[in-house]
C-alpha cells in the first residue's frame, strides 16, 4: 500500500489545547484552527517526502525509514528522529517527547500525536 497522493484535512480533535501545549501563540492558534490543510505524500519505497500546507505555512519534511533524519515540528523547530514503518501502512515517530503515529487505511489517513496524557487526532482523506 502506498503512502503517494494528496490528502485534505476533514476534521481534527483536541487541536487548540495541543497545540497550546506546544507552545504555539494563541494568534497562530486561532488562525490555525479552521484552516483545511493539504498534505501531499509522495513515497518511493523506503523514501518519503511529505509537503503540508496550511494557509501560508508550509512544512516539509523528508524521510527514509529506519534512518535519522531531521523533521521540522510545527512550532518550527527542527529535531533529529527515526521514522519506522510497521505493517506496510503505520508511520511511527518520536520526536522530542511527542509521538506521531500515521496510519494509513484506504483513502483516510489518521494521524495521531501523542505528548504525556495530551493527544491530537488530524483526519484526512486522499483528493
Known sequence: MSFTGKYELQSQENFEPFMKALGLPDDQIQKGKDIKSISEIVQDGKKFKVTVTTGTKVLHNEFTIGEECEMEMLTGEKV??????????????????????????GDTIVNTLTMGDLTYKRISKRI
Open 80 to 105: 533529529k528522529a527515526v521514522v519506522q514503518m510497521e505493517g506496510n501502512n503505520k508511520l511511527i515517530a518520536n520526536l522530542k517527547g511527542l509521538k506521531s503515529v500515521t496510519e494509513l487505511k
